[in-house]
Protein backbone atom coordinates (compact mmCIF):
# COMPACT_ATOMS: atom_id res chain seq x y z
CA UNK A 1 0.00 0.00 0.00
CA UNK A 2 1.61 3.26 -0.96
CA UNK A 3 2.68 5.68 2.04
CA UNK A 4 0.12 8.85 2.97
CA UNK A 5 0.86 11.95 1.97
CA UNK A 6 1.63 13.16 5.91
CA UNK A 7 1.69 16.88 6.67
CA UNK A 8 2.01 18.66 9.66
CA UNK A 9 1.95 21.65 11.45
CA UNK A 10 4.07 23.32 14.57
CA UNK A 11 1.77 22.28 17.65
CA UNK A 12 0.93 25.98 19.44
CA UNK A 13 2.25 27.21 23.04
CA UNK A 14 -0.53 25.93 25.22
CA UNK A 15 0.36 29.35 27.57
CA UNK A 16 -1.12 31.64 24.65
CA UNK A 17 -4.50 32.50 22.96
CA UNK A 18 -4.78 31.83 18.83
CA UNK A 19 -3.90 34.83 16.54
CA UNK A 20 -3.57 35.31 12.96
CA UNK A 21 0.13 33.41 12.97
CA UNK A 22 -1.26 30.25 14.34
CA UNK A 23 -4.43 30.37 11.88
CA UNK A 24 -1.95 30.92 8.76
CA UNK A 25 -0.03 27.98 9.63
CA UNK A 26 -3.23 26.03 9.61
CA UNK A 27 -4.67 27.43 6.86
CA UNK A 28 -1.69 27.05 4.88
CA UNK A 29 -1.61 23.62 5.75
CA UNK A 30 -4.99 22.53 5.55
CA UNK A 31 -4.76 24.17 1.60
CA UNK A 32 -1.84 21.72 1.16
CA UNK A 33 -3.78 18.91 2.53
CA UNK A 34 -6.74 19.70 0.42
CA UNK A 35 -5.27 20.17 -2.87
CA UNK A 36 -3.27 17.16 -2.00
CA UNK A 37 -6.38 15.26 -1.11
CA UNK A 38 -8.31 16.48 -4.64
CA UNK A 39 -5.65 14.90 -6.85
CA UNK A 40 -6.43 11.59 -5.36
CA UNK A 41 -3.41 11.26 -2.87
CA UNK A 42 -4.41 9.47 0.84
CA UNK A 43 -3.65 12.75 2.77
CA UNK A 44 -2.37 12.08 7.07
CA UNK A 45 -2.70 15.53 8.25
CA UNK A 46 -1.63 16.62 11.57
CA UNK A 47 -1.61 19.97 14.16
CA UNK A 48 -1.59 19.63 17.83
CA UNK A 49 -0.85 21.48 21.27
CA UNK A 50 2.61 21.77 22.89
CA UNK A 51 1.53 21.61 26.97
CA UNK A 52 4.41 21.49 28.77
CA UNK A 53 6.76 23.43 29.99
CA UNK A 54 7.65 26.73 32.40
CA UNK A 55 5.12 29.54 31.09
CA UNK A 56 2.15 26.87 31.22
CA UNK A 57 2.96 25.88 34.91
CA UNK A 58 2.37 29.47 35.64
CA UNK A 59 -0.03 30.59 34.02
CA UNK A 60 -2.14 27.87 35.82
CA UNK A 61 -1.03 29.25 38.73
CA UNK A 62 -1.76 32.43 38.19
CA UNK A 63 -5.17 31.18 36.92
CA UNK A 64 -5.75 29.24 40.05
CA UNK A 65 -6.03 25.79 38.37
CA UNK A 66 -4.22 22.83 38.01
CA UNK A 67 -1.82 22.71 34.50
CA UNK A 68 -3.85 20.40 33.14
CA UNK A 69 -7.21 21.93 33.49
CA UNK A 70 -5.60 25.03 31.85
CA UNK A 71 -4.51 22.97 28.57
CA UNK A 72 -7.78 21.25 28.90
CA UNK A 73 -9.49 25.15 28.64
CA UNK A 74 -6.29 25.86 26.15
CA UNK A 75 -7.11 23.18 23.85
CA UNK A 76 -11.09 23.92 23.49
CA UNK A 77 -9.90 26.85 21.90
CA UNK A 78 -7.18 25.97 19.54
CA UNK A 79 -9.26 23.04 18.34
CA UNK A 80 -12.33 25.68 17.90
CA UNK A 81 -9.93 27.74 16.06
CA UNK A 82 -9.34 24.66 13.78
CA UNK A 83 -13.43 23.89 13.14
CA UNK A 84 -13.95 27.91 12.58
CA UNK A 85 -11.48 27.92 9.98
CA UNK A 86 -12.87 24.62 8.35
CA UNK A 87 -9.04 22.93 8.83
CA UNK A 88 -9.73 19.58 8.14
CA UNK A 89 -6.70 17.87 9.90
CA UNK A 90 -7.11 14.17 10.45
CA UNK A 91 -5.34 14.28 14.15
CA UNK A 92 -5.11 16.36 16.78
CA UNK A 93 -2.27 15.52 19.35
CA UNK A 94 -1.70 16.84 23.02
CA UNK A 95 1.44 16.56 24.34
CA UNK A 96 -0.04 15.40 27.53
CA UNK A 97 -1.47 12.68 25.85
CA UNK A 98 -0.39 8.88 26.68
CA UNK A 99 0.71 8.13 23.35
CA UNK A 100 2.61 10.97 23.07
CA UNK A 101 4.12 10.79 26.82
CA UNK A 102 5.32 7.02 26.19
CA UNK A 103 6.90 7.74 23.11
CA UNK A 104 9.31 10.62 24.19
CA UNK A 105 9.90 7.99 27.20
CA UNK A 106 10.64 5.13 25.22
CA UNK A 107 12.98 7.57 22.76
CA UNK A 108 15.03 8.95 26.03
CA UNK A 109 15.32 5.86 26.93
CA UNK A 110 16.48 4.44 23.57
CA UNK A 111 19.07 6.90 23.19
CA UNK A 112 20.08 6.76 27.07
CA UNK A 113 21.34 3.03 26.78
CA UNK A 114 22.70 3.85 23.42
CA UNK A 115 25.23 6.13 25.38
CA UNK A 116 23.69 9.56 23.57
CA UNK A 117 22.13 11.05 26.86
CA UNK A 118 24.68 11.49 29.20
CA UNK A 119 24.76 13.12 32.62
CA UNK A 120 27.20 16.64 33.40
CA UNK A 121 27.69 19.20 35.55
CA UNK A 122 26.42 21.98 34.09
CA UNK A 123 27.50 25.45 35.19
CA UNK A 124 26.04 28.78 33.65
CA UNK A 125 23.82 31.00 32.52
CA UNK A 126 19.86 30.14 32.48
CA UNK A 127 16.62 31.89 30.55
CA UNK A 128 13.81 31.29 32.65
CA UNK A 129 11.82 32.86 30.30
CA UNK A 130 12.75 30.93 27.13
CA UNK A 131 14.35 27.93 29.44
CA UNK A 132 17.11 27.62 27.91
CA UNK A 133 20.66 27.64 28.99
CA UNK A 134 23.06 30.92 27.22
CA UNK A 135 26.45 31.56 26.53
CA UNK A 136 28.45 34.14 26.39
CA UNK A 137 27.91 34.57 22.28
CA UNK A 138 24.16 35.03 22.90
CA UNK A 139 24.96 38.46 24.80
CA UNK A 140 24.22 41.58 22.10
CA UNK A 141 26.84 44.13 23.11
CA UNK A 142 27.86 43.00 25.97
CA UNK A 143 23.92 42.87 27.53
CA UNK A 144 21.36 39.88 27.23
CA UNK A 145 18.53 40.31 25.03
CA UNK A 146 15.48 41.28 25.98
CA UNK A 147 13.59 37.83 24.56
CA UNK A 148 15.57 36.09 27.10
CA UNK A 149 13.93 38.04 30.14
CA UNK A 150 15.78 37.25 33.42
CA UNK A 151 18.76 35.65 33.25
CA UNK A 152 20.48 33.74 36.08
CA UNK A 153 23.52 31.86 36.88
CA UNK A 154 23.19 28.58 38.23
CA UNK A 155 25.26 25.02 38.97
CA UNK A 156 23.40 22.19 38.37
CA UNK A 157 23.53 18.07 37.36
CA UNK A 158 21.64 17.45 33.95
CA UNK A 159 20.96 15.20 31.34
CA UNK A 160 22.80 16.25 27.72
CA UNK A 161 22.22 14.52 24.51
CA UNK A 162 25.08 14.59 22.00
CA UNK A 163 24.44 16.66 19.39
CA UNK A 164 28.03 17.43 18.10
CA UNK A 165 28.38 13.62 17.66
CA UNK A 166 25.94 14.08 14.54
CA UNK A 167 27.08 17.67 13.24
CA UNK A 168 29.47 16.44 10.41
CA UNK A 169 26.78 14.06 9.21
CA UNK A 170 23.91 16.66 9.15
CA UNK A 171 26.22 19.45 7.51
CA UNK A 172 26.83 16.47 4.59
CA UNK A 173 22.51 15.78 4.94
CA UNK A 174 21.51 18.94 4.62
CA UNK A 175 24.12 20.18 1.35
CA UNK A 176 23.00 17.03 -0.22
CA UNK A 177 19.32 17.40 0.11
CA UNK A 178 18.25 20.56 -1.86
CA UNK A 179 14.85 19.70 -1.48
CA UNK A 180 14.96 19.35 2.71
CA UNK A 181 14.10 23.07 3.36
CA UNK A 182 11.99 25.11 1.35
CA UNK A 183 12.49 27.79 0.21
CA UNK A 184 15.89 27.02 -0.12
CA UNK A 185 17.32 30.54 0.93
CA UNK A 186 16.75 29.23 4.48
CA UNK A 187 18.97 26.10 3.91
CA UNK A 188 21.72 29.12 3.99
CA UNK A 189 21.15 30.32 7.50
CA UNK A 190 21.13 26.63 9.23
CA UNK A 191 24.33 25.83 7.13
CA UNK A 192 25.63 29.04 8.57
CA UNK A 193 24.59 27.95 12.13
CA UNK A 194 26.72 24.57 11.87
CA UNK A 195 29.59 26.88 10.76
CA UNK A 196 30.49 27.14 14.68
CA UNK A 197 30.89 23.49 16.73
CA UNK A 198 27.83 22.54 18.30
CA UNK A 199 27.06 21.75 22.00
CA UNK A 200 25.18 18.73 23.21
CA UNK A 201 21.88 20.03 24.15
CA UNK A 202 20.82 19.85 27.52
CA UNK A 203 17.44 17.73 27.78
CA UNK A 204 15.95 17.65 31.64
CA UNK A 205 14.84 20.13 33.44
CA UNK A 206 15.40 19.49 37.51
CA UNK A 207 11.91 18.98 39.07
CA UNK A 208 12.58 21.29 42.02
CA UNK A 209 12.68 24.16 39.27
CA UNK A 210 10.16 22.19 36.86
CA UNK A 211 7.44 19.94 38.22
CA UNK A 212 5.27 20.45 34.33
CA UNK A 213 7.13 17.79 31.98
CA UNK A 214 7.20 14.51 31.24
CA UNK A 215 9.83 12.67 33.40
CA UNK A 216 12.88 11.21 32.17
CA UNK A 217 12.71 7.01 32.29
CA UNK A 218 16.28 6.86 33.86
CA UNK A 219 15.81 9.71 36.41
CA UNK A 220 12.34 10.69 37.93
CA UNK A 221 13.86 13.97 39.28
CA UNK A 222 13.99 15.11 36.18
CA UNK A 223 11.66 16.47 33.79
CA UNK A 224 12.47 16.77 29.46
CA UNK A 225 13.10 19.31 28.43
CA UNK A 226 9.90 20.92 26.32
CA UNK A 227 11.48 21.58 22.86
CA UNK A 228 12.83 17.26 23.04
CA UNK A 229 9.41 16.79 24.16
CA UNK A 230 7.40 18.85 21.57
CA UNK A 231 9.39 17.53 18.50
CA UNK A 232 8.21 14.04 19.73
CA UNK A 233 4.89 15.07 18.71
CA UNK A 234 5.38 14.12 14.87
CA UNK A 235 5.97 10.78 15.21
CA UNK A 236 4.17 9.72 18.33
CA UNK A 237 1.06 11.02 16.62
CA UNK A 238 1.50 7.96 14.39
CA UNK A 239 2.40 5.04 16.25
CA UNK A 240 6.56 5.32 16.01
CA UNK A 241 7.56 1.81 17.24
CA UNK A 242 4.54 -0.18 15.98
CA UNK A 243 3.89 -1.72 12.41
CA UNK A 244 1.28 1.47 11.22
CA UNK A 245 4.03 4.24 11.61
CA UNK A 246 4.94 3.58 7.87
CA UNK A 247 1.92 4.19 6.87
CA UNK A 248 2.51 7.88 6.82
CA UNK A 249 6.82 8.32 7.88
CA UNK A 250 8.71 10.05 6.85
CA UNK A 251 6.68 13.27 6.44
CA UNK A 252 6.14 14.49 3.40
CA UNK A 253 6.22 18.05 5.05
CA UNK A 254 6.71 19.88 8.19
CA UNK A 255 5.30 23.41 8.32
CA UNK A 256 6.91 25.47 10.41
CA UNK A 257 7.40 29.53 11.30
CA UNK A 258 10.64 30.69 10.18
CA UNK A 259 11.29 31.28 14.09
CA UNK A 260 11.59 27.72 14.64
CA UNK A 261 13.38 26.17 11.84
CA UNK A 262 17.46 26.84 13.50
CA UNK A 263 17.94 25.45 15.91
CA UNK A 264 15.03 23.19 16.74
CA UNK A 265 13.78 21.63 13.57
CA UNK A 266 16.91 21.97 11.14
CA UNK A 267 19.40 20.86 13.85
CA UNK A 268 17.66 19.32 17.08
CA UNK A 269 14.90 16.84 15.47
CA UNK A 270 17.06 15.11 12.21
CA UNK A 271 19.36 14.65 14.75
CA UNK A 272 17.03 12.96 17.20
CA UNK A 273 15.44 11.37 14.53
CA UNK A 274 19.06 10.05 13.10
CA UNK A 275 20.28 8.79 16.70
CA UNK A 276 17.08 6.68 17.19
CA UNK A 277 17.63 5.20 13.37
CA UNK A 278 14.17 7.11 11.61
CA UNK A 279 14.79 7.93 8.07
CA UNK A 280 14.38 12.08 7.59
CA UNK A 281 11.02 14.32 6.83
CA UNK A 282 11.40 14.79 3.07
CA UNK A 283 11.05 18.71 3.68
CA UNK A 284 10.45 21.41 5.62
CA UNK A 285 7.83 24.38 4.40
CA UNK A 286 9.33 27.31 6.43
CA UNK A 287 7.13 30.20 6.30
CA UNK A 288 7.33 33.79 7.13
CA UNK A 289 5.36 36.17 9.83
CA UNK A 290 2.69 38.20 9.51
CA UNK A 291 3.43 41.40 10.76
CA UNK A 292 2.11 44.37 12.15
CA UNK A 293 3.67 47.88 11.56
CA UNK A 294 7.01 46.25 10.74
CA UNK A 295 7.16 43.84 13.93
CA UNK A 296 6.17 40.22 14.69
CA UNK A 297 2.10 39.99 15.83
CA UNK A 298 2.80 38.83 19.36
CA UNK A 299 0.70 38.68 22.51
CA UNK A 300 3.49 40.65 24.64
CA UNK A 301 3.87 43.26 21.54
CA UNK A 302 -0.01 43.25 22.13
CA UNK A 303 -0.30 43.68 18.41
CA UNK A 304 -2.53 40.84 17.70
CA UNK A 305 -5.10 40.46 15.42
CA UNK A 306 -8.44 37.68 16.34
CA UNK A 307 -8.44 35.59 13.12
CA UNK A 308 -12.00 34.74 14.41
CA UNK A 309 -13.10 38.00 14.82
CA UNK A 310 -12.02 38.48 10.86
CA UNK A 311 -14.02 35.36 9.95
CA UNK A 312 -17.19 35.91 12.33
CA UNK A 313 -17.28 39.20 10.25
CA UNK A 314 -16.25 38.16 7.03
CA UNK A 315 -16.40 34.79 6.93
CA UNK A 316 -13.92 31.89 6.88
CA UNK A 317 -13.32 31.83 3.28
CA UNK A 318 -12.50 35.48 3.18
CA UNK A 319 -10.13 34.86 5.70
CA UNK A 320 -8.43 31.87 3.82
CA UNK A 321 -8.67 33.85 0.81
CA UNK A 322 -6.79 36.98 2.23
CA UNK A 323 -3.74 35.21 4.22
CA UNK A 324 -3.04 32.86 0.89
CA UNK A 325 -3.69 35.84 -1.74
CA UNK A 326 -1.16 38.10 0.22
CA UNK A 327 1.13 35.90 1.39
CA UNK A 328 4.22 34.50 -0.74
CA UNK A 329 5.43 31.13 1.12
CA UNK A 330 8.36 32.22 2.90
CA UNK A 331 8.18 35.59 2.74
CA UNK A 332 6.79 38.32 5.60
CA UNK A 333 3.45 40.41 5.00
CA UNK A 334 2.42 43.70 6.55
CA UNK A 335 -1.29 42.65 7.77
CA UNK A 336 -3.68 45.31 6.74
CA UNK A 337 -7.30 45.59 7.60
CA UNK A 338 -8.04 48.17 4.47
CA UNK A 339 -6.54 45.87 2.28
CA UNK A 340 -8.50 43.23 4.02
CA UNK A 341 -11.88 45.45 2.84
CA UNK A 342 -10.29 46.21 -0.45
CA UNK A 343 -9.70 42.32 -1.16
CA UNK A 344 -13.31 41.16 0.15
CA UNK A 345 -15.08 44.22 -1.88
CA UNK A 346 -12.95 44.09 -4.72
CA UNK A 347 -12.07 40.55 -5.81
CA UNK A 348 -14.51 38.35 -3.68
CA UNK A 349 -17.86 40.78 -4.04
CA UNK A 350 -16.76 42.88 -7.31
CA UNK A 351 -15.70 39.98 -9.50
CA UNK A 352 -16.36 36.84 -8.13
CA UNK A 353 -19.76 37.51 -6.31
CA UNK A 354 -21.03 40.04 -9.45
CA UNK A 355 -20.10 37.17 -12.00
CA UNK A 356 -22.69 34.20 -9.77
CA UNK A 357 -25.09 36.86 -9.71
CA UNK A 358 -25.41 37.70 -13.43
CA UNK A 359 -25.31 34.26 -14.34
CA UNK A 360 -28.10 33.68 -12.14
CA UNK A 361 -30.04 36.71 -12.46
CA UNK A 362 -30.04 36.14 -16.37
CA UNK A 363 -30.37 32.07 -16.28
CA UNK A 364 -33.84 32.97 -13.98
CA UNK A 365 -34.66 35.44 -16.70
CA UNK A 366 -33.50 34.65 -20.21
CA UNK A 367 -33.18 30.58 -19.47
CA UNK A 368 -35.70 29.67 -17.20
CA UNK A 369 -33.28 28.87 -14.87
CA UNK A 370 -31.36 26.33 -16.31
CA UNK A 371 -27.79 26.05 -18.13
CA UNK A 372 -28.55 26.32 -21.60
CA UNK A 373 -26.79 24.52 -24.70
CA UNK A 374 -23.68 26.13 -26.11
CA UNK A 375 -24.25 25.64 -29.51
CA UNK A 376 -21.60 29.02 -31.66
CA UNK A 377 -18.21 29.02 -30.80
CA UNK A 378 -16.79 32.34 -32.51
CA UNK A 379 -13.66 34.37 -31.51
CA UNK A 380 -14.55 35.39 -27.79
CA UNK A 381 -15.97 31.62 -26.77
CA UNK A 382 -12.50 29.92 -28.24
CA UNK A 383 -10.55 33.18 -26.18
CA UNK A 384 -12.78 31.99 -23.04
CA UNK A 385 -11.98 28.50 -23.64
CA UNK A 386 -8.49 28.91 -23.92
CA UNK A 387 -8.24 30.90 -21.05
CA UNK A 388 -9.68 28.39 -18.60
CA UNK A 389 -7.72 25.64 -20.21
CA UNK A 390 -4.21 27.87 -19.08
CA UNK A 391 -5.93 29.22 -15.63
CA UNK A 392 -6.19 25.67 -14.72
CA UNK A 393 -2.88 24.48 -16.12
CA UNK A 394 -0.97 26.99 -14.11
CA UNK A 395 -3.32 27.29 -10.98
CA UNK A 396 -2.04 23.69 -10.78
CA UNK A 397 1.11 24.22 -11.19
CA UNK A 398 1.25 27.44 -9.36
CA UNK A 399 -0.11 25.18 -6.41
CA UNK A 400 2.17 22.73 -6.72
CA UNK A 401 5.06 25.25 -6.26
CA UNK A 402 3.63 26.25 -3.33
CA UNK A 403 3.07 29.55 -4.97
CA UNK A 404 -0.56 30.11 -3.79
CA UNK A 405 -0.66 33.69 -4.12
CA UNK A 406 0.19 33.69 -7.68
CA UNK A 407 -2.40 31.05 -8.55
CA UNK A 408 -5.18 33.22 -6.90
CA UNK A 409 -4.31 36.42 -9.15
CA UNK A 410 -4.48 34.03 -12.26
CA UNK A 411 -7.45 32.29 -11.24
CA UNK A 412 -9.28 35.70 -10.39
CA UNK A 413 -7.88 37.14 -13.23
CA UNK A 414 -9.81 34.70 -15.47
CA UNK A 415 -12.73 35.70 -12.90
CA UNK A 416 -12.55 39.25 -14.53
CA UNK A 417 -12.10 37.41 -18.13
CA UNK A 418 -15.41 35.70 -17.73
CA UNK A 419 -16.84 39.00 -16.59
CA UNK A 420 -15.54 40.76 -20.01
CA UNK A 421 -16.95 37.80 -21.70
CA UNK A 422 -20.51 38.38 -20.47
CA UNK A 423 -19.69 42.40 -21.24
CA UNK A 424 -19.14 41.61 -24.83
CA UNK A 425 -21.80 39.30 -25.51
CA UNK A 426 -24.47 41.27 -23.71
CA UNK A 427 -27.15 38.79 -22.71
CA UNK A 428 -29.23 41.62 -22.02
CA UNK A 429 -29.02 43.35 -25.54
CA UNK A 430 -29.22 39.75 -27.16
CA UNK A 431 -32.64 38.96 -25.01
CA UNK A 432 -34.24 41.80 -27.20
CA UNK A 433 -33.28 40.43 -30.51
CA UNK A 434 -35.65 38.58 -32.39
CA UNK A 435 -32.52 37.08 -34.63
CA UNK A 436 -32.54 33.13 -33.99
CA UNK A 437 -28.44 33.57 -33.92
CA UNK A 438 -29.23 35.96 -31.39
CA UNK A 439 -30.84 33.79 -29.08
CA UNK A 440 -28.41 30.98 -29.86
CA UNK A 441 -25.83 33.28 -28.83
CA UNK A 442 -27.66 34.33 -25.55
CA UNK A 443 -27.95 30.59 -24.57
CA UNK A 444 -23.90 30.16 -25.57
CA UNK A 445 -23.04 33.13 -23.21
CA UNK A 446 -25.18 32.14 -20.60
CA UNK A 447 -23.88 28.10 -20.67
CA UNK A 448 -19.97 29.11 -21.36
CA UNK A 449 -20.16 31.51 -18.21
CA UNK A 450 -21.67 28.74 -16.09
CA UNK A 451 -18.76 26.30 -17.44
CA UNK A 452 -15.81 28.90 -16.38
CA UNK A 453 -17.64 29.40 -13.13
CA UNK A 454 -17.47 25.88 -12.73
CA UNK A 455 -14.03 25.36 -13.52
CA UNK A 456 -13.08 28.84 -11.55
CA UNK A 457 -14.95 27.18 -8.31
CA UNK A 458 -13.09 23.65 -8.52
CA UNK A 459 -9.45 25.69 -8.99
CA UNK A 460 -10.65 28.04 -6.10
CA UNK A 461 -12.07 24.28 -3.48
CA UNK A 462 -8.55 24.45 -1.81
CA UNK A 463 -8.63 27.62 -0.44
CA UNK A 464 -12.41 28.38 -0.51
CA UNK A 465 -13.83 24.96 0.35
CA UNK A 466 -17.15 26.36 2.04
CA UNK A 467 -17.52 29.23 -1.48
CA UNK A 468 -16.57 26.57 -4.00
CA UNK A 469 -18.93 24.06 -2.77
CA UNK A 470 -21.88 26.74 -2.43
CA UNK A 471 -21.18 27.98 -5.80
CA UNK A 472 -21.39 24.62 -8.09
CA UNK A 473 -24.57 24.00 -5.69
CA UNK A 474 -26.20 27.25 -6.54
CA UNK A 475 -25.41 26.51 -10.39
CA UNK A 476 -26.52 23.05 -10.33
CA UNK A 477 -22.96 21.29 -10.12
CA UNK A 478 -22.51 18.28 -7.95
CA UNK A 479 -20.04 18.75 -5.71
CA UNK A 480 -16.39 17.85 -5.72
CA UNK A 481 -14.01 16.08 -4.43
CA UNK A 482 -11.12 15.29 -7.24
CA UNK A 483 -9.96 17.59 -9.76
CA UNK A 484 -9.55 13.88 -11.82
CA UNK A 485 -11.65 15.18 -15.12
CA UNK A 486 -13.43 17.69 -13.16
CA UNK A 487 -10.85 20.96 -15.25
CA UNK A 488 -11.70 20.07 -18.73
CA UNK A 489 -14.69 22.38 -20.61
CA UNK A 490 -17.60 20.46 -21.14
CA UNK A 491 -21.17 20.37 -21.16
CA UNK A 492 -21.81 18.57 -17.81
CA UNK A 493 -23.77 21.26 -16.56
CA UNK A 494 -26.43 21.75 -19.79
CA UNK A 495 -29.90 21.17 -18.03
CA UNK A 496 -28.68 21.79 -15.01
CA UNK A 497 -30.78 24.39 -12.52
CA UNK A 498 -29.68 27.38 -11.58
CA UNK A 499 -30.52 28.43 -8.03
CA UNK A 500 -31.94 31.90 -7.25
CA UNK A 501 -30.11 35.33 -6.43
CA UNK A 502 -27.76 34.72 -3.84
CA UNK A 503 -25.49 37.24 -2.24
CA UNK A 504 -22.18 35.64 -0.99
CA UNK A 505 -20.20 38.93 0.29
CA UNK A 506 -23.06 41.59 1.09
CA UNK A 507 -21.08 44.40 1.13
CA UNK A 508 -18.99 45.45 4.47
CA UNK A 509 -21.86 48.16 5.54
CA UNK A 510 -24.67 45.68 5.32
CA UNK A 511 -22.34 43.45 7.40
CA UNK A 512 -22.03 45.54 10.13
CA UNK A 513 -25.86 45.75 11.21
N1 LIG B 1 5.36 25.21 20.46
C1 LIG B 1 6.32 25.68 19.51
C2 LIG B 1 6.40 24.75 18.32
C3 LIG B 1 6.75 23.33 18.61
S1 LIG B 1 6.72 22.36 17.15
C4 LIG B 1 7.32 20.91 17.60
C5 LIG B 1 5.91 27.08 19.04
N2 LIG B 1 4.64 27.45 19.26
S2 LIG B 1 4.02 28.90 18.89
O1 LIG B 1 2.65 28.87 19.35
O2 LIG B 1 4.84 29.95 19.36
O3 LIG B 1 4.04 28.99 17.32
C6 LIG B 1 3.36 28.06 16.52
C7 LIG B 1 3.60 28.39 15.06
O4 LIG B 1 3.01 29.65 14.77
C8 LIG B 1 5.09 28.49 14.70
O5 LIG B 1 5.38 27.81 13.50
C9 LIG B 1 5.30 29.97 14.53
O6 LIG B 1 6.30 30.30 13.60
C10 LIG B 1 3.93 30.41 14.02
N3 LIG B 1 3.73 31.84 14.25
C11 LIG B 1 3.65 32.48 15.45
N4 LIG B 1 3.53 33.82 15.21
C12 LIG B 1 3.57 34.06 13.88
C13 LIG B 1 3.30 35.18 13.07
N5 LIG B 1 3.15 36.39 13.55
N6 LIG B 1 3.18 34.96 11.73
C14 LIG B 1 3.20 33.71 11.18
N7 LIG B 1 3.43 32.64 11.93
C15 LIG B 1 3.94 32.81 13.23
O7 LIG B 1 6.75 27.75 18.45
Given at each position: M???????????????????????????????????????????????????????????????????E?????A??????????????????????????????????????????????????????????????????????????D??????????????????????????????????????????????????????R????????????????????????????????????????????????????????????????????????V???K?????????????K???S?????????????????????????????????????????????????????????????????Y??????????????????????A????????????????????????????????A????????????????????????????????????????????I??????????????????????????????????????????????
Amino acid sequence: MAKNFYLTTAIDYANGSPHLGHAYEKVLSDVIARFNRMRGKKVHFLTGLDEHGQKVQQSAKKAGVSPLEFCNEQAAKFTDLCKKLNISNDDYIRTTQPRHIETVRLILQKLFDKGDIYKAEYKGFYSTRQEQFLQEKDKVDGKWPEIFGDVVEITESNYFFRLQKYQDWLVDYIKNHDDFIYPRFRAKQVVEFLREPLNDLCISRPRERLEWGIPLPFDESYVTYVWFDALVNYISAIGYGTDKFSDNWPADFHVIGKDILVPPHSVYWPIMLKAIGVDMPKSFLVHGWWLSSGEKMSKSLGNVVNPLDLADKFGVDTFRYFLMREMNVGQDSEFSFDLFVTRYTSDLGNDLGNLLNRLLNMGGRYCSGKVPQAKIEEEFETELKKSAAETADEAMRLYEGMQFHIALEKIFNFIRGINRYAEQRAPWKLAKSADPKDLELLNTTIANMAESLRISSILLAPIMPGISAKILKLIGASPVESFEGMLQWGNSLEGAKLAEKEILFPRPEQKAQ
